[in-house]
Structures are given as C-alpha cells and as structure tokens.
C-alpha cells in the first residue's frame, strides 16, 4: 500500500518530545521530570517556540505514578492544564499511558498491574473525551517494554529491580499493554495505536564463534518479542491481535547498534565506517517488511556538540526512507528541551534542540541551540522535497467558442 501525507493522522511530520519520565531510578527515588526539566510551568512557552520550526506535533506523558496517588482515585488536572495549553497552540499531543513509572504499590510483577493499568486506561479516555469530544485520539499504552524490561527486569535500573527476569518483566508489562490496549478501544472505538520500541542492530565481532552468530540473532530478533506479542503471533494467551498493531514507533539514538563479545559501540559517523554499521533507512526498510504498517521515528536525539550531524543524518535517512516508498510519517526531536540523566539529576545530557539554563528562583530558562537549529531546518527541507506529494485531478479544458 502506497502513503501519501493525506493518509497521516498527524498535523506535522516534525514532533517535539518532552521527557515525562516519571519512574523510580537507580537508587530507588522517585523522578518527574515535566517539572524538573521546567515543561510544566512553561507550556506556553515551550508550544509557542515550537512555530519557528513548523511543529505542530507533540508526545506528551500523563505520570501514571503521579495521577494515581490512591489506587483507582485519579487527578488529571495536570493534564487538563496540558490539555488546554496544546488546544491554545494548537498543537497536537500524542499521549503515554505509561512512559517509565508506575504507581508507588505496583511493579510489572504484581498480580493487579494489568488490572490496574486497563482502568487508568478507561479512566483516560472518560476524562480526555470530557475535555476533547471530537478528533482523533491517538495513545501510546506503555513505552519502550523492550528496554523497560531490560532496564528493571535484568539490571536492576528501576522497579522492580531484578536480574534475570528481564522476559518475566516483559511478560508482565505485555499482560497490561494487551488488556489496556483492549480496554482503551472498548472506551473508544476511534482511538488510534502509536507502538514505541527501540530500533536496534547487534552484531557478531570479527571472526566470530559459530556461538557469537546466533547469539547476535538472537538478541537481534528479540528486539521484535514485544511487537509480536501485540500482534498475536507470540504468546498468544496474552490476547494480542493484528488489530492493536497500528502506527509503529521506533526509537533510534546513536548507540543503537552494537558488537557483542565483547561490546562496544559502533560507531555512527567514524571517517571509515565499520562495514557492520546498518543506515537507519535500512532498518526501517528491515522492520517494516516484518509488519507492513506505517511509521515513525518516535525518539531520536544526540547529546554534545555533535547535534547538528545527528540532524543532518536524520534528515537524510529520513528522505532515504521516504524515497524508498515506505510510509514513514514522522520524526519526533526527543528530547525538544534538555533533560538530567535519571539517576544523577546534576548531570544534563544537552541532548534537546534547546538547551536547559538551570535557575535557583525559577524553572530552566530556554537557550537555543543555534547550530542545531540550522542542520533540524536543513533537515526538514530535504525531508520536504522526498515526501510524496498528493495528486491534484485535472480539470477537464473548458472549450469557448
């Protein structure tokens, strides 16, 4: 099937993202960053900016573990103040149900974490058709269960701090991605699925084992368990269907491809290039012959002085893909405003298109970055030129005389 830009539910092909990390980290505090990182006290501020570059896209988190203080009480006046700010802007927001936290007394383990997870669900759409009861609703249930299950299941990096129950923790979190996935549409017929998972290439060394190959397949197809799990073709007890696969989203940062045995990085701008190395628009070409579904780029960023290249190769993978023919949709800049690493708050990754200036008397000040900024700009034109344009009908010749 061919897409056009009229096919896209989405009001810009650009996105903006905004940290919403509400989870336990590492040393089992609890962070929230739509304050920290100042989004919440400056959404006005942060949408308006968002004119300059043509966005008018935004994925935006509810902090699960913030609005569920009591178990099935919920208070959504944060997000009705989100809620009002995009309908000022008129900026579209794309919601997580759950980014990276959950509610004090839960973790994926809990024999009531998909109960519970299926009645925010519904709690959801109840509140935001109160507020929106027209247009197209469009929701993420969990992000990143891949990397979520990674990071609390096998490294003990946040609830419920496991080693070795990383499939466990994945199996959990499908449970309630499946059921609120279920119960989401029950509450709303017309809602449309946007998936979030890592986009990611693991390698064998050089001169590899017999050993070393499979077991980069393996790891290599497993990134794929959670959207098969979805989609019913794995673990089926679980309730997926082809249905709930809708608009996948992929996550690409500079270190998502790695050797194994022993790991190291490959690099993605080195002057000669690790023959290894797989261009972004081939692994989108990869992933969207496994499901045929239309796309985006749902997170993608660098930290440091090396923005601008990162936008610059993002640009062109995205017009490679897009020459392709494949039904890429959209990019999503994540973070638009800086963020501190999860576990150590002082440290800033300056990872956004702006930079954060921290404050003792108030929220982060906005500082552009000017160099980013121009290679996003450059970015968005070849983007502009590849992206297939819809067809105009002829008008018949009026003959006079």
Sequence with gaps: MKYTPTDSPFASFWWGGYECTDQLNAFGNRVDFLPLTGHLPLLDQDYADLAQFNVRTVREGIRWAMIEKTPYQYDWSTVKLMLDAGERHGIQQVWDICHFGYP???TPLHPMFARRFAAVCRAF??????VRPEGTLIVTPINEVSFMSWLGGDVRGTSPYCVGQGWEVKYGLMRAYIEGSWALREADPSIRFLSTEPLINIVPPPNPWVSHVRE???MHRDQFQA?????????????????????????????????LHPHRHLG?????????????????????????????VTETSHPGVDRPLWWNMIGKECAKALHMGLPLLGACIYPMVDRPDWDHLDHWHRSGLWDAELRPDGPPRRILHEPSAHALLEAQALVQAAQPQPKVPRRRPVLVG
């Design 268 to 296: 993605w701008n080195d002057p000669v290039m690790d023959p290894r190395w797989v261009p972004l628009s081939e692994l989108l070409r990869q992933a969207h012959k496994r499901y045929k579904r239309p796309f985006v």
């Design 216 to 218: 980069a397949k393996r």
């Design 227 to 259: 959207i098969d799990i979805l989609s019913g073709r794995m673990c089926p007890e679980l309730g997926g269907h082809e249905s709930l696969l809708d608009i996948i989203g992929f996550n690409y940062y500079y270190d998502n491809q790695w050797q």
């Design 104 to 106: 004090d007394d839960l």
């Design 125 to 130: 759409v109840d509140f935001y058709r109160s």
